[in-house]
């Protein structure tokens, strides 16, 4: 029996291990079960090419728990190491520039990982375990050996009688961490790292109903018999051919994926591609709704089937963060740790490629099947909004399938409804101008006096709409959008045959003075306007300028610099000159009949913009009722 110290430079490789590896613990399985992944296929590509003359077999990963032994075994029937691949791999630590490593994370505290890089995965087992056994045959005609160690650089390496080709590790379960020694524990550990590993894992046995036997009767108990309990699907749909995968394999994956998710994902984007970096998996447009934070995360990053983490940040661009799905590459750079990503060119060309994928799946869904498009977009706008504001490159493709809706629910593409518009909503200045609504039923009265112009009203009203909208006024040339609210129509677009008024110079001041003595209120900022003398005598419109920027802050940006949050709300109260009631306001002689119709038309300004609540709209209601008798 050979003793010896591994070779890591420094005595303390373990205590270190134990305290600064990782804030995880549990990632030890990951590791095991990973090398015995790697083990278990370098033999069959051994095997393959004749270097190896063994039967590959159907293998399996087996972890067996002994909970009164205080024991976890990981079991692979892989290539096995001989006595001197032991020492070199277990006992000589290909640990480079030791020293300089410790001293750079001995103060990083949990997060400085020293895992995968370093070839130190086996090692993990030593944060839960106080005694590590490796018992192992090589596939080569050796003997088979027996290492132990006890966390200390000491060890120790005898013969051993295993018979059987592979590695079998023994952990014995240190007193602080027992938790490993919960089946329910490891299960969980086993379906988040291991789901998907390419070899199949067993953990223990269940029972599996069999079909009853014929002539049967149907009281009698259906036979059972116990079976392998495989944790892991090893051949999941993002390792396959997109062309060996029909809608249903997907959609099957969707639910493997996330089986709490009742929902149908609404269509998928394969990604495969090999140079010039190895990347493949699924995405999913899943239904989404305005609130972008809390549908984040939930693409998982794998690497050759290995979960790593869900915070794909870095590597999916932001705005897809809020789809689903697999990402899987062996080229991503990951910390030692495999916990985070390492700043890399190769990872801002994955970044731009699924970009890409993304925007031509798109544009061919488009293409293929608007209809099916136009009705998917409230579901998926927000994700397209959001890559529009955030990529360049994204932007310029959008062009082709972003759709701007209209209140009557048609969906134009950007070149259709400047074409449709051009005619009708080009101003004196040959400026295009759109108009939109944020909300159908608030703003209802407004769409409708435009909609009796003969203008076009689009929706939109993602939470995200007033950032895209500055930004499509910057990139496009003549381009201005105003809310059907901020100021009365003949304002929002300016023709050349402005209306003239009916009163007098001296009426107007005479007016202004009669409405600013009544309408205290310093929220609002009277216009007088020579408008149709059929169009509303009192409209209140929001300044576009100051409430885009107010939106704008709420969702991050824009308006901050301003100072805008704290801003109280402004509006205008435009008084339409050529209306025959404020000819009425204008010629009453009394006072109080005066202040009653300022006050009542001012109400039904308010009601109609949705600002009239509470104790004012209890006040307006019995007021009308009055003046009703």
């Not at 789809?323 to 190769?346: E, F, K, M, T, W």
Request: glycine letters at 6%; a negative charge; charged letters at 30%.
């Amino acid at each position: 029996m050979a003793t010896g110290k591994i070779n890591v430079s420094v005595d303390n490789i373990f205590p270190l291990i134990k305290k600064f590896l990782y804030s995880d613990h549990e990632i030890f399985l990951r590791e095991l079960i990973s090398n015995a992944t790697d083990a278990t296929l370098k033999l069959k590509h051994l095997t393959s090419i004749g270097e190896a003359k063994v039967e590959y077999g159907n293998p399996l990963i087996e972890v067996k728990l002994d909970k009164k032994g205080k024991k976890l075994h990981i079991i692979d029937h892989g290539i096995g190491m001989t006595e001197e691949e032991v020492k070199k791999y277990i006992n000589e630590v290909a640990f480079s520039g030791a020293e300089e490593f410790l001293d750079k994370y001995k103060d990083a505290g949990k997060d400085a990982g020293i895992i995968g890089h370093f070839g130190l995965g086996f090692y993990s087992s030593f944060m839960v375990a106080d005694k590590v056994e490796i018992i192992t045959r090589s596939y080569k005609e050796e003997p088979a050996v027996h290492w132990s160690c006890d966390g200390s650089p000491e060890f120790s390496l005898k013969k051993s009688k295993k018979e059987e080709r592979g590695t079998e590790i023994i952990l014995h379960i240190a007193e602080d961490s027992t938790e490993f020694l919960e089946e329910h524990r490891i299960e969980e550990l086993l379906n988040k790292y291991n789901k998907f590993m390419p070899i199949p894992i067993k953990f223990g046995t269940k029972t599996e109903t069999l079909p009853k036997p014929e002539g049967a009767k149907e009281e009698d108990p259906a036979p059972t018999k116990e079976v392998d309990n495989i944790i892991n699907n090893p051949n999941p749909a993002w390792t396959k051919q997109p062309a060996d995968l029909k809608d249903e394999d997907y959609k099957s994956f969707y639910r493997e994926l996330y089986p709490m998710q009742f929902e149908e994902p609404l269509f998928h984007i394969h990604l495969n591609v090999d140079y010039p970096f190895n990347l493949t998996g699924i995405l999913y447009f899943p239904k989404l709704t305005n609130d972008l934070n809390i549908q984040k995360d939930r693409i998982q990053l794998y690497q050759n089937q290995v979960y790593v983490t869900d915070n794909v940040e870095g590597i999916v661009p932001e705005f897809l963060t809020m789809l689903r799905g697999v990402i899987d590459s062996p080229d991503i750079p990951l910390n030692v740790s495999r916990s985070y990503l390492q700043a890399d060119g190769a990872v801002k060309k994955i970044a731009t490629y699924i970009t890409r994928k993304v925007a031509d799946k798109l544009n061919s869904l488009f293409k293929n099947n608007r209809e099916e498009f136009e009705a998917k977009w409230n579901d998926i706008k927000i994700v397209i909004e959001y890559g529009m504001l955030s990529e360049d490159k994204f932007f310029e493709k959008a062009d082709n399938f972003a759709l701007y809706p209209t209140v009557d629910g048609k969906y134009y593409t950007y070149a259709e409804l400047k074409e449709a518009l051009k005619a009708n909503q080009t101003d004196k200045d040959d400026k295009l101008i759109v108009l939109y609504a944020s909300d159908k039923e608030a703003q209802h009265s407004y769409i409708e006096a435009a909609k009796n112009k003969g203008y076009e009203v689009l929706l939109m009203d993602s939470p995200i709409i007033a950032h895209l909208m500055q930004k499509l006024e910057s990139s496009k040339e003549n381009l201005s959008f105003a809310r059907v609210d901020a100021d009365h129509l003949d304002n929002l677009i300016k023709k050349e045959d402005t209306q003239i008024s009916k009163l007098s110079d001296e009426e107007k001041d005479r007016l202004k003075a009669n409405l600013e003595e009544v309408i205290t209120d310093k929220g609002y900022t009277i216009q007088l306007e020579a408008m149709d003398s059929d169009a509303s005598p009192f409209i209140i419109t929001e300044p576009e300028f100051m409430r885009r920027m107010k939106e704008m802050q709420k969702t991050g940006g824009g308006g901050g610099m301003f100072g805008m949050g704290n801003m109280p709300e402004m509006y205008n109260l435009i008084v339409n000159t050529n209306h025959e009631l404020i000819g009425e306001i204008l010629t009453t002689k009394t006072a109080k009949k005066r202040e009653r119709l300022i006050n009542q038309s001012l109400d039904l300004a308010r009601l109609s913009k949705g600002l009239l609540k509470g104790e004012e709209l209890t006040n307006f209601i019995k007021r009308s009722y009055e003046m009703v008798k």
